[in-house]
């Protein structure tokens, strides 16, 4: 098996006069968690974005396994393996926790209309299983009491929890999440980042944005570090906080 | 007039309506498409109905002919729907109604022109009666809204159904989580576009005869109000609506004959309409029933005892 998952070859994207990403390289192989740091409107979500398929990039190509996605629309991403936690939750708020989860549910049988129509026994069967998979996703999540509940009831924070249960409940083989622990409570936010370290060592690579630093060096196999549209560092995390470099981007000072 | 002739007649209508009705609640109530075209798919339904049995083409056929042009003409807006925004998209298809309306009525060749057609009624026996007549009309149009109805409740209560909700609350969202939104669309554009289209065959074949102003945009606003009133999202409510609408409509038509009043009947028939579209989205915007969730086999079996949950992680 080829090492490298998800390639990022001089990707460029700008709105109006903004370079939001410009000519950014990277790589995310199999498996580990993957950080991506960088000051407010640095172009983490615009690069997460991009890769999604959500943006055309105005330049350069992105693969996965190898294939070239960069015009791949965002449902033929998730085909191949991908899936995303939003950085501001875009859930299904008048549906269920639990419906919100099983509609990210992998090779579903029962969405096709011909197999929903006339194929009942088929995706009754597999819903079981289905269920019982959201239910221990919710578990992790903390939100496995709340499955009945609207999502349009959750609070803020609940939200970013769920948001983060479905991009599980997709099973991918690289999952991006878009600052995951944002207004989640330290106890929780530190025992879901332990979960996802288990979880990628079954091979599933998480890419994450996050602005908890100390977390996600903690976590993190390896981080990439944007300022102002542009890869500016990647590393180890013990690296990235050695450099200097790295601190005066945040603060400001050229 | 025969007062239970009367009530059959209404009866059909109701029928007839209702199967409208719950294909715009397919594409509103639950994916979202704001269709306001839906004239033009009943109007395509009973003309091609009337100009098919008028070269002897057997009922069905008729019917189900109708329903194939009326989802291909589904299929055909479901492309713009898929970039323009949901406000322009209504326009666009409002329009189209009003097009196809104008068309056949200047078309002289095609369909009669403004003097349209006769269509022969679909079962007829010699000598029978108006309310036999009725009742034969009562059975197939009951018949077609039972086999829409199964069709758009059995999806709307299997992954399906999560589907093209997820697509009403969040497309974008949606994508990502792999549904690919513009087929899900267009087959729900086809779909309801099809049920209207026999329902268009079936309200010509009732009434024997098919003309340009039976295909006034009134009816799409007709058919919304029904949906709105009833409950978007919710199957039964919107047969609810239906049923409540259509009596509405003949109460007031009765009405008009006993009070005299300074305006024109139908005109004052046309406000209270609009009046009852407004405080229903103000007062009500859910409608009387409200949107009832997914329900698969599983869910339910789960929902009625929710303790099987617990216990499985004991
Ligand atoms: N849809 C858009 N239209 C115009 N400009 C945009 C759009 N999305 C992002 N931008 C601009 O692109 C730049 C990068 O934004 P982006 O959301 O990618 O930053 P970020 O690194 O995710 O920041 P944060 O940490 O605050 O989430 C910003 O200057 C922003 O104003
Ligand atoms: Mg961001």
């Not at chain 1, 096709?112 to 996703?137: M, T, Y």
């Not at chain 2, 087959?187 to 295909?215: E, W």
Request: glycine share 10%; with cysteine.
């Amino acid at each position: 098996m080829e090492d490298t998952l998800l390639r990022i070859e001089e990707i460029s994207k700008h709105f109006g006069g903004v370079y939001a990403v410009n000519e950014v390289n990277l790589n995310v192989d199999h498996g580990g968690i993957w950080g991506l740091v960088g000051p407010n409107g640095s172009g983490k979500s615009t690069l997460f974005n991009t890769i999604l398929g959500l943006h055309k990039p105005d330049h350069g190509d992105i693969y996965f396994e190898d294939k070239c996605v960069t015009n791949l629309a965002p449902h033929q991403m998730y085909d191949l393996g991908l899936a995303n936690a939003f950085q501001v939750p875009r859930l299904f708020y008048s549906m269920t926790v639990l419906d919100n989860m099983l509609v990210a549910a992998r090779r579903q049988q029962g969405d096709k209309l011909f197999n929903g129509l006339f194929l009942r026994r088929r995706w009754q069967e597999q819903e079981k299983g289905l269920i019982s998979e959201a239910l221990d996703i919710l578990d992790i999540v903390g939100l496995d009491e709340l499955s009945f509940t609207p999502a349009k009831e959750l609070s803020g924070g609940q939200r970013k929890l769920l948001e983060l249960g479905r991009g599980l409940m997709a099973k991918p083989k690289l999952l991006l999440l878009d600052e995951p622990a944002a207004g989640i409570n330290p106890v929780l936010g530190k025992r879901i980042f332990e979960k996802l370290r288990d979880l990628s060592k079954n091979g599933i690579a998480f890419f994450i944005v996050e602005h908890r630093l100390e977390l996600l060096f903690e976590f993190a196999s390896w981080v990439y570090v944007m300022d102002k549209g542009k890869l500016v560092l990647a590393g180890e995390p013990k690296t990235i906080t050695d450099n200097p470099l790295f601190y005066s981007i945040y603060l400001g000072d050229e | 007039m025969d007062p239970l002739l009367y009530v059959l007649d209404l009866v059909v209508f109701i029928g007839i309506f209702s199967i409208v009705a719950i294909s715009l609640n397919l594409e509103f109530g639950f994916t979202g498409l704001a269709n306001f075209g839906k004239v033009a798919f009943f109007l395509i339904g009973a003309y091609t109905y009337a100009l098919l049995s008028n070269i002897g083409v057997p009922f069905f056929f008729c019917l189900m002919a109708g329903a194939v042009i009326a989802a291909a003409f589904g299929l055909l807006i479901s492309l713009p729907a898929l970039r323009l925004r949901a406000d322009y998209l209504s326009i666009a298809v409002l329009a189209f109604g009003e097009i196809l309306r104008l068309f056949v009525k200047s078309e002289d060749w095609l369909a009669g022109g403004d003097w349209g057609l006769t269509v022969a009624p679909a079962i007829s026996v010699a000598g029978v009666s108006h309310r036999t007549d009725a009742f034969i009309n009562i059975a197939l149009v009951y018949f077609c809204l039972a086999i829409c109805f199964l069709v758009i409740h059995y999806l709307a209560n299997a992954p399906y159904g999560r589907a093209i909700r997820a697509i009403r609350e969040d497309e974008v969202a949606a994508e990502a989580l792999g549904k690919n939104v513009s087929k899900y669309k267009a087959q729900v554009l086809m779909l309801g576009s099809a049920m209207t289209g026999i329902a268009g065959g079936l309200y010509v074949q009732y009434l024997h005869c098919v003309l340009p102003n039976m295909f006034m945009p009134m009816i799409t606003f007709t058919v919304w109000i029904m949906v709105l009133l009833g409950g978007p999202g919710n199957s039964w409510g919107v047969l609810l609506g239906a049923g409540l609408v259509e009596i509405f409509d003949r109460g007031t038509n009765i009405l008009k004959d006993y009070i005299s009043i300074p305006i024109d009947p139908s005109n004052l028939q046309y406000i209270l309409f609009g009046t009852l579209i407004i405080l229903i989205l103000l007062y009500r915007p859910q409608g009387l029933l409200k949107e009832s969730t997914v329900r698969t086999k599983v869910q339910r079996l789960i929902y009625n005892g929710r303790h099987t949950i617990k216990n499985r992680r004991n």
